[in-house]
């Protein structure tokens, strides 16, 4: 049987209770989307790679914002973000910081602010993955407006690919195969910028 998609997949360590999970659900799905969960190693968080790691992911995946495009999808928009900003909230609360072997410690970059503890990857139009990436010495509401711009974009780009603000914005970004697409709050604008592997290891070498 052909695996399907799903609309959302979840992320987490494997420490992570199932009752913690299925009450996270709860945010994400009352209306029973496609939702799936999978556990990863912590073993995979413990060393700093410029393929940035986060304790927990969020993907929000194709068949989903197919899905809002549909007049029934139109009611799940609201519900999507305010589900996303109750995950964030808590993941502020989070502090937690990278280890690293003593022979890679030169890989952990000093001026790295983005959390490692949550991230949320959207999958645009032609299945390229942006991962929104959340700075802890931002606010809360920084995180929030992040998501609701990034959201924007990718609905945009699901009614408008390639002639919207988005695919303009990835345009140059990822030559290399297998490159993600990072999105970042500025700073200072506190607006979306986009970079690549390469982008990424020049602002935190």
């Given at each position: 049987m052909e695996n399907k998609v799903p609309d959302i997949l979840l992320v987490y360590p494997?420490?992570?209770?199932d009752e913690i999970i299925e009450k996270e659900l709860e945010f994400l799905?009352?209306?029973?989307h496609d939702i799936k969960v999978l556990?990863?190693?912590n073993n995979t968080f413990m060393a700093f790679e410029w393929i940035v790691p986060t304790a927990f992911i969020v993907y929000l995946l194709k068949p989903y914002f197919n899905a809002f495009l549909t007049e029934a999808g139109k009611d799940?928009?609201?519900i999507t973000k305010k589900g996303l900003k109750k995950l964030v909230e808590k993941a502020k609360l989070i502090k937690a910081k990278f280890l690293t072997a003593e022979i890679s410690s030169k890989k952990l970059s000093k001026n790295y602010s983005q959390s490692i503890v949550f991230s949320i990857i959207f999958q645009t139009q032609d299945n390229r993955p942006i991962k929104l990436l959340f700075d802890?010495?931002?606010e809360l509401s920084d995180w929030e407006n992040a998501i609701d711009e990034l959201i924007e974009l990718i609905l945009e780009n699901y009614k408008s690919s390639p002639n919207?603000?988005?695919s303009k914005m990835m345009d140059g970004l990822g030559k290399e195969k297998g490159d993600e697409i990072y999105a970042?709050?500025?700073p200072n604008s506190k607006q979306l910028e986009l970079l690549d592997n390469y982008?990424?290891?020049k602002k935190y070498k």
């Amino acid at each position: 049987m052909e695996n399907k998609v799903p609309d959302i997949l979840l992320v987490y360590p494997t420490e992570i209770p199932d009752e913690i999970i299925e009450k996270e659900l709860e945010f994400l799905n009352p209306d029973k989307h496609d939702i799936k969960v999978l556990k990863t190693d912590n073993n995979t968080f413990m060393a700093f790679e410029w393929i940035v790691p986060t304790a927990f992911i969020v993907y929000l995946l194709k068949p989903y914002f197919n899905a809002f495009l549909t007049e029934a999808g139109k009611d799940h928009y609201h519900i999507t973000k305010k589900g996303l900003k109750k995950l964030v909230e808590k993941a502020k609360l989070i502090k937690a910081k990278f280890l690293t072997a003593e022979i890679s410690s030169k890989k952990l970059s000093k001026n790295y602010s983005q959390s490692i503890v949550f991230s949320i990857i959207f999958q645009t139009q032609d299945n390229r993955p942006i991962k929104l990436l959340f700075d802890n010495e931002m606010e809360l509401s920084d995180w929030e407006n992040a998501i609701d711009e990034l959201i924007e974009l990718i609905l945009e780009n699901y009614k408008s690919s390639p002639n919207d603000k988005l695919s303009k914005m990835m345009d140059g970004l990822g030559k290399e195969k297998g490159d993600e697409i990072y999105a970042l709050i500025n700073p200072n604008s506190k607006q979306l910028e986009l970079l690549d592997n390469y982008g990424m290891m020049k602002k935190y070498k």
